[in-house]
Each structure stands twice: as structure tokens, then as C-alpha cells.
């Protein structure tokens, strides 16, 4: 039906797209750890050692754990497996509170206890108008 | 297969359909305003903040879908040679960079007050900062190489080499841990945004594919106009 050109250009784009596409699949695999922006609790407990760089923890902030004390905010951030205690002084998001999703930038000084130098606010993926959450609460 | 266009057939509807396009425009990016902006209802948890979305999430789309129908157009127009697939190509790049820069801008002007951070290398956000690098390539390689033949192949390179990263925006929140949240819509499960919600989103895609395709007829009747006025009757 068509000439052997066309057959011949249509088969050079496609081995040049799976060749790029297998690499790249590749290298982000093997970065993996670098691409992700945050580590769970978790994981945390999973690392080796301890390194001294600065990481970031996510999951969500523990209901009932945030306690403001002097200039000091301490909560609890778990993936409903294992827990992290983060210390942080200054401001966070709006959207920060209890049973919501948060990632914490900072420095690890244990595997239990977490300095957050930055709090960031993270949110899922449920958009309703406040009467709808209130209904669905509700039930 | 299509060995050439008539070009003054599609010149006689390139050159009468802009106005008509913008007519439509105009009125559904009204309507689009006014359900994002006034009828649609705030977030129970982010509250006016969650407006910026109807900005945000249909600019996405649209530098998505560009780049993708880009890359379509140039592959089946170099695998069958024709030129034209590559001139429509070529005008269509403009609104989807455009609106990729928009994507970035209002994800930034979002992110300070929901995440509290104005930019995050987040897989997501560094993945849509790469496709406008590629857009900008693409655009630049039209402008560096004169000759025909040398453009056609580099902006199907540039092109190929792009579209990998398309399925990386896309599935980047479900691959690894990002800042961003996973997706809202999904086409066959139940969406977790709620329709009132929805809505709006949908117009204001629906004004921003208009407006690329306002600009779209506008560059791609230049292209046609240059064409005629080095005496060609054909593509």
C-alpha cells in the first residue's frame, strides 16, 4: 500500500522513540530517590544511617498532635505505619492542620525526631464547595 | 495520500473563520469567567484560592495537548511528507508555549498561599518547566534553520524527544511522591471534584482551546500568505 520509504521513515521514528523513551525510563528509575520530593515516616526508619543533609518528610500531620509551646510548634507527622516528631518555629500555610497532608523541610536528628527549618502545606485531591464536605460529614 | 493542498480553498476558510472564532471566544470565555469567578462555590478547605485553578489546570491541558498534536502532525507529516502538517505545526506552537508559561505562572501564584512556597521541585513542576524548554527549542529552530528539509527533521527531533516527557507530567504524581496532589478527574472512576466545580473548569478549557485556535488561524494564514507571495499554488 504505501512505499518502502514511508515504511522505512515510520520505522526510524519509531526506533528513535522507543530507544529515548527506554532510556529515560532508565535514568529516572535509577534516580529515583532524587525525583521523589519527600520521603514517608516510614522510609525514614527504613535509611541505613542517618545522613546530615537536608530532606523532607510528608504524610500527614497526627489529629490531636500540634502543640504550640514558646515560640516552638511540635507535631507529628505519620503514614498510619510509623510516626515522626517534627520541632519547627515560624510560619506555616494555611491549609497546615490536623489529619491533612504536610511535607517538612529540614534536618533529621534522629530517626524519631525531625528540625523543620521550611513547612509546607499539601492538599489532596477532593475540590467541593464547603456545604457538600458538610453534608458528606454529616452521614 | 495527500500529495498537496489547495491553497486557496484553505485560504478562503483560514482568512473568513478568525472572526467567527473570536466571536465564540468571547462569549464562552464570559461565561467562563462568570461560573469561575462568581457562581461556582469556594473550597471547603482552600477557599477563594481554589479559583486560581480555572486558570491553572485548563492552561496545562492545552500546552499538553498542543505539544502532543504538535509531535502527531510532524511525525505523520515527515513519515508521509507533507509539508503542510509541518506549517500547521509550526503555527500552532506559539498558544501552546503561551499557555505553558501561563501553567507555571499561576501554579506559582497558587502555591504560596495553598503549599506556602512560590516553587517546589516537585517531579510535576520540573517536568512542565522541561516542555517549556522544548517549546522554546521548537520555536527557535524555525527561526535558526532556513532551509526546509534541516527544519522539518530538527523540529521532529526536538519534538520526539519532548513528548516522552508528556507521560511523565501526567503520571509524575502517580509515580512518586510529589507536591502535587494526585488527579482530581479521572474518566472512569468517580471524580473527586465536585461537579458544581467541574463545570466552570470545563468552559474555561473549552475558551482557552478557542483562543489557540484563534491564534492558530491567524499565524497559520501568514504562513499561507507568505507561500502566495513567492507565487506557489500549492503546499
Redesign the interface.
Known amino acids: 500500500m504505501?512505499g518502502r520509504k514511508?515504511k522505512l521513515?515510520?520505522f526510524f521514528?519509531l526506533l528513535?522513540?522507543v530507544t529515548?523513551?527506554l532510556t529515560?525510563f532508565l535514568i529516572?528509575k535509577s534516580l529515583?530517590e532524587n525525583?521523589?520530593?519527600?520521603?514517608?515516616p516510614s522510609e525514614i526508619k527504613e535509611l541505613p544511617e542517618l545522613n546530615k543533609k537536608k530532606i523532607r518528610v510528608?504524610g500527614m500531620v497526627k489529629n490531636k498532635s500540634i502543640s504550640v509551646q514558646a515560640e516552638e510548634l511540635n507535631f507529628i507527622i505519620t503514614d498510619f505505619k510509623s510516626e515522626i516528631i517534627v520541632t519547627y518555629s515560624g510560619?506555616?500555610?494555611?491549609?497546615?492542620a490536623e489529619g491533612?497532608?504536610v511535607?517538612a523541610e529540614g534536618y533529621l536528628k534522629d530517626k524519631n525526631f525531625f528540625l523543620a527549618t521550611?513547612?509546607?502545606?499539601?492538599?489532596?485531591?477532593?475540590?467541593?464547595?464547603?456545604?457538600?464536605?458538610a453534608a458528606i460529614e454529616g452521614k | 495520500m495527500f500529495k498537496y493542498f489547495e491553497l486557496n480553498k484553505i485560504f478562503s476558510i483560514t482568512s473568513k473563520a478568525p472572526k467567527y472564532v473570536l466571536l465564540l471566544f468571547i462569549i464562552v470565555l464570559s461565561i467562563g469567567l462568570f461560573e469561575a469567578l462568581i457562581f461556582s462555590p469556594e473550597d471547603y478547605k482552600q477557599g477563594d484560592a481554589v479559583r486560581i485553578m480555572y486558570v491553572h489546570v485548563p492552561s496545562a491541558w492545552i500546552s499538553l495537548g498542543i505539544f502532543s498534536l504538535i509531535t502527531l502532525l510532524s511525525i505523520v507529516g515527515y513519515t508521509f511528507k507533507i509539508k503542510n502538517f509541518f506549517l500547521i505545526s509550526k503555527s500552532l506552537a506559539p498558544s501552546g508555549f503561551i499557555f505553558n508559561i501561563i501553567a507555571l505562572v499561576t501554579g506559582s501564584i497558587w502555591g504560596r498561599p495553598t503549599w506556602g512556597t512560590w516553587w517546589a521541585w516537585d517531579a510535576r513542576i520540573t517536568a512542565m518547566l522541561i516542555l517549556a524548554l522544548f517549546y522554546l527549542l521548537y520555536l527557535l529552530a524555525w527561526r535558526i534553520f532556513e532551509d526546509k528539509d534541516k527544519v522539518f527533521k530538527a523540529t521532529l527531533m526536538i519534538t520526539i524527544l519532548g513528548i516522552i516527557n508528556v507521560p511523565i507530567i501526567k503520571y509524575s504524581v502517580d509515580w512518586w511522591n510529589t507536591l502535587h496532589q494526585p488527579a482530581s478527574i479521572n474518566i472512569f472512576t468517580k471524580s473527586s471534584i465536585d461537579i458544581s466545580m467541574l463545570f466552570p473548569l470545563m468552559i474555561m478549557t473549552a475558551a482557552f482551546a478557542l483562543f489557540s485556535l484563534l491564534i492558530f488561524l491567524m499565524k497559520y494564514n501568514t504562513e499561507l500568505i507568505k507561500i502566495k507571495n513567492k507565487g506557489l499554488d500549492r503546499l
Not at chain 1, 118 to 133: Q, R, S, W
Open positions: 504505501y514511508v521513515r515510520f521514528i528513535i522513540f529515548l523513551s529515560i529516572l529515583e525525583v521523589v520530593f519527600f520521603q514517608s510528608g510560619v506555616v500555610p494555611n491549609l497546615f491533612k497532608g511535607v521550611k513547612i509546607l502545606a499539601k492538599h489532596d485531591e477532593n475540590y467541593m464547595p464547603p456545604e457538600v464536605k
